[in-house]
Structure formats: structure tokens, C-alpha cells
């Protein structure tokens, strides 16, 4: 079977995608000869990528028959997919996976799989090989759609599987369980080419490439007829959607987008700010479905740790670019995401930084500390910053930030926004919780069920991170 599994072609043939499937359904009929209804358990941690690539697992898993249940001891199948772009998510990954070896004692049926961009760094790999015998199989985001043929393998000839480095690929009909009705995320790529100095997405992920654009089309036209609200298009960076397919680029994708019918938000990320055109700005501004708010990172605002991160534009550049979206959508809400204490950045350096983010006056921030990634060019440089610096430095942006985070939410006091409520708030349940076009959180009082429906809501309160309000009515 597996010798007729193409894998050396960018895009995974139907035909070897109708393998899979076929698998899938053999291991639910096997399952049902014997009256068995398994569960699985599947632990996700990272970005919007990796949630999607477990919608996608999970879409098998349902195929091959399994339910699913958060209660690990009663699961047969506990699966982690888990993220590489920090060091902290791999510790916390390898001390998760420590503890399922109880798990394991008392149930040894019990199927244990680790997946996602961590095992794609060879030392994970070899550490789980070596030190965790009770991992039955491993295997990296190029495997995805691979799942039913490797848990196949497991499942009926007990070997420990291990698959890693396949070619980069792009498999288009593997079903997927999305995790919200109301809201969706949706892949237009995969991979990046940019090689950021410290960043490990293109060893793990591979080079970029495209999805064809009738597919996008297809599962965005469907996921709106079947109710979705608020589709998010992902890719490390949907700014090159297309340079692999040649007659289009990611706003000619959204043109194909924006004649779709329905009331739904479109999102996108991450872009980069070397490669957003002002033909995508004109676009966003002006499109019935994208609401006008860019998730751009700028990582640092230092020329000279910019270029040595490798990331192929200026403070200037970046600042002038805000001013071209701000000008083209004076109501645009901004996000971005910093790493401080790049390997060598002085606190001056990093005082650029604290320039860019008064001056951009972003909505929210996703800030990062430094973390050494192995094989990736920063984490050789010399000059590794302290962590007692890193913190210091990182607590002294926050507190600009929050700053102008608080005062951009008290603006909102008063005002009407639009809500997608999506379900109810962390700390209270008889509160709706939802989030605005502009992707804020607002938790809001409401005297029907409104889950899934866009609302109107008052701004009544606001604190630094999130609004408080109350319905007035549903969108028409
Ligand atoms: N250390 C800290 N932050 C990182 N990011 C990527 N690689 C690293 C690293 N080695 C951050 C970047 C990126 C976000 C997804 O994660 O800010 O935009
Ligand atoms: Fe990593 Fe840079 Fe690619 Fe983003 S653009 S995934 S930071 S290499």
C-alpha cells in the first residue's frame, strides 16, 4: 500500500488522498466488527496553523470512527500537537508527555502520539525515540495527511512508528472537524521561504507553497453556507500566496473571495510588512466582507537587529507603511507581534522598539522573549541577552503597552460595535462573550441565546485587555 502512496509530487494526487480515506474506513469498520467505540483525546498548543492542522487529524479520527473526550483516562488515543516557535512549548511538551506514562501502565492499550512542528527538529525526535518507549508514533506537519495509514501501522502491528521529512506537499479532501461552527480557520498556504535569523517555521514547515485557488474558494463558499461567520485565511505569510502558482498573488485570491454571497467576516494572517501592497491595502479598505483590522508584525524597531534578523525592511519603512494603511482606513485597528532581547540588542536598540509601538499605537500586542531555537542562524550568534534583561525589558514594554491599550478601550465606552458571540465569558457563564470585526473581546449581558449570531452591543465598561457591554439588537 504504502509504495503506491505518491509523496514526491506537490500536490498529493486525489487518488492517494482516496487511500486514505479507504484506510480510515476499514479501521471504523475493524472497530465496529468488534462492537469497540474508541475515544480520543487531542491536546493542541501553538498557533492558528497548528489548530488547524489538529481540525484536520480530527476530521480522520472521526472518519476512522473514533468520539472524542477530554478526560485523558478514559481516552484510547491521546494525541499532542505541539509547537516549535518557542522552547517553552517543547518543555512543556516532553513534561506532558512524561506524565501519560502512568496512563500507559494502566491501560496499555492506550495509543500515545506526538505531531506538529516540534518533532520535526531532529533532537525532539530523537528524544522522544530514546527516553519515551510508551510513544507509539511521531510524526511531522509534512505527515498530516498520512494520519490513517501511520496509525494503522500502530494500531493493528503494535511496531513504534516514526515518519519525518516527507516532501513538502499540499493535500487537498482530507475532512476536517472545525472546532467552532460560528467561526473557521482556513489554509492558503503552507511553509515559509523567509528564513527570519531566529525563527524555526521554515525547517520545520518546509518551503512555501499554494494552495489552488478553486479549493480555497470551494471551502470558504461551503463553511458560509453551513452558518460560519468569521473565516481567518492563514499562512506563515499569505503575502506570497501564489509566487509558486504564477497567475495570481493573495489579493487575487481575495477578489475571488469577496464575490462569495453572506454576511461573514474575512481575516487573514500573518502578513509581512516587506511584502504588503498597497494594491492589498486598497483592497481590505474597500471590501464588504474583510474588516479593517492587519495583524503586522514588526518584530523590532531597530535597523541594525532588524537586518540581523533577517527580516528585509527598516523602522522607516515599517512607520510609513502604518501611515499608507491608516491612510487608506482611518478606522484600522493594528496588532503586531515583538521579540525582545534578540541576541546582541542593546537597551538602546530596544528603545526603538518602545518608539515604533508609541507611534503605531497598536490595539493589542503579542510580545515574545528571545528563545534560542537549534539550527537557526541567532541561536550561534554571540551576544545572547541575559534573561534578567529580557524580562526587565519586556516588562517595560508591556507597561507602554497596556497604557495604550487601556486607553484605546475606554474610547469604546459608549459606542456601538458588532459582535460575533461565540460563547460565554471565562469567568462567568451566564455572560455572552464574542469578539468585534476588529477581533477585540467583549463579554456582554443578553436576555436571549445569541450564541453564534452577530449582535449589536453597547460599550459600557472597559478595562486594559477587554470591553464590557450589553446587547442592543442582532445585525441585520
Ligand atoms: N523567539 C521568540 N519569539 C519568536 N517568534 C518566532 N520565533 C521566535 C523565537 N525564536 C515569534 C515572532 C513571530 C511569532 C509567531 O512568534 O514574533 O511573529
Ligand atoms: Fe518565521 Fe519569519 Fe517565516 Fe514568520 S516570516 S514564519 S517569523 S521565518
Redesign the pocket.
Known amino acids: 500500500m504504502e509504495n503506491n502512496v505518491k509523496t514526491n509530487e506537490k500536490y498529493i494526487s486525489p487518488e492517494c488522498i482516496e487511500q486514505m480515506l479507504d484506510i480510515a474506513r476499514s479501521i471504523r469498520a475493524r472497530f465496529a466488527q468488534r462492537n469497540q467505540h474508541p475515544v480520543a483525546t487531542v491536546i493542541t498548543y501553538g ?1 492558528q496553523q497548528n489548530e488547524n492542522d489538529s481540525e484536520r487529524i480530527k476530521g480522520m479520527l472521526a472518519e476512522m470512527g473514533y468520539g472524542f473526550t477530554e478526560d485523558k483516562a478514559e481516552s484510547d488515543l491521546i494525541l499532542f500537537n505541539t509547537c516549535a ?2 522552547e517553552n512549548a517543547e518543555k512543556k511538551l516532553f513534561g506532558n508527555v512524561g506524565a501519560l506514562k502512568h496512563y500507559k501502565q494502566r491501560k496499555p492499550s492506550l495509543k500515545i502520539i506526538v505531531c506538529g512542528c516540534v518533532v520535526g527538529q531532529p533532537h525532539a525526535e530523537r528524544e522522544l525515540k530514546q527516553k519515551y518507549p510508551f510513544v507509539d508514533l511521531v510524526f511531522d506537519t509534512k505527515s498530516v495527511y498520512r494520519f490513517p495509514l501511520l496509525l494503522q501501522r500502530v494500531l493493528f502491528s503494535d511496531e513504534r512508528v516514526f515518519e519525518t521529512g516527507m516532501a513538502d506537499t499540499v493535500a487537498e479532501g482530507i475532512p476536517v472537524l472545525h472546532a467552532k461552527q460560528s467561526s473557521a480557520f482556513v489554509s492558503v498556504m503552507y511553509g515559509c521561504n523567509n528564513f ?1 535569523s ?4 521554515p525547517y520545520v514547515r518546509g518551503r512555501e507553497r499554494s494552495r489552488k485557488p478553486e479549493y480555497v474558494v470551494e471551502e470558504v463558499r461551503k463553511l458560509v453556507e453551513n452558518g460560519c461567520r468569521d473565516i481567518t485565511l492563514l499562512g506563515q505569510n499569505v503575502n506570497s500566496y501564489g509566487k509558486d502558482l504564477g497567475d495570481i498573488d493573495f489579493t487575487g485570491l481575495l477578489e475571488k473571495l469577496e464575490v462569495i454571497e453572506g454576511d461573514f467576516l474575512l481575516r487573514f494572517m ?1 502578513s509581512h510588512p516587506k511584502d504588503m501592497s498597497d494594491r492589498l491595502i486598497a483592497h481590505i479598505a474597500k471590501s464588504r466582507h474583510m474588516p479593517h483590522h492587519i495583524h503586522l ?1 514588526f ?1 523590532s524597531g531597530n535597523d541594525r537587529i532588524l537586518k540581523a534578523m533577517n527580516r528585509g525592511y527598516t523602522k522607516a519603512d515599517y512607520l510609513a507603511l502604518i501611515e499608507r494603511i491608516r491612510t487608506a482606513m482611518p478606522d484600522a485597528t493594528l496588532t503586531s ?3 525582545v532581547g534578540f541576541p546582541t540588542e542593546t537597551y538602546e536598540e530596544f528603545l526603538d522598539t518602545i518608539d515604533v509601538v508609541k507611534k503605531a499605537r497598536f490595539d493589542t500586542l ?1 510580545t ?6 537549534i539550527g ?1 542562524p ?1 541561536a550561534v550568534m554571540e551576544g545572547q541577552i541575559p534573561d534578567d534583561e529580557k524580562h526587565r525589558r519586556f516588562d517595560e514594554l508591556i507597561a507602554v503597552q497596556n497604557e495604550i491599550s487601556k486607553q484605546i478601550n475606554l474610547s469604546y465606552v459608549g459606542r456601538t460595535v458588532k459582535v460575533l458571540a461565540d460563547g460565554t465569558s471565562k469567568t462567568d457563564s451566564s455572560v455572552m462573550s464574542g469578539r468585534t470585526d476588529a477581533n477585540k473581546v467583549v463579554d456582554f449581558t443578553a436576555p436571549c441565546d445569541v450564541k453564534g449570531k452577530r449582535c449589536i452591543v453597547r460599550i459600557t465598561e472597559a478595562k486594559t485587555w477587554s470591553l464590557f457591554g450589553e446587547f442592543v439588537d442582532f445585525c441585520s
Open positions: 498557533c516557535v518557542r527570519c531566529y525563527c524555526i517555521v500573518t508584525p518584530q507581534d515583538i521579540i503579542f515574545f522573549l528571545y528563545s534560542k531555537r537557526t541567532a
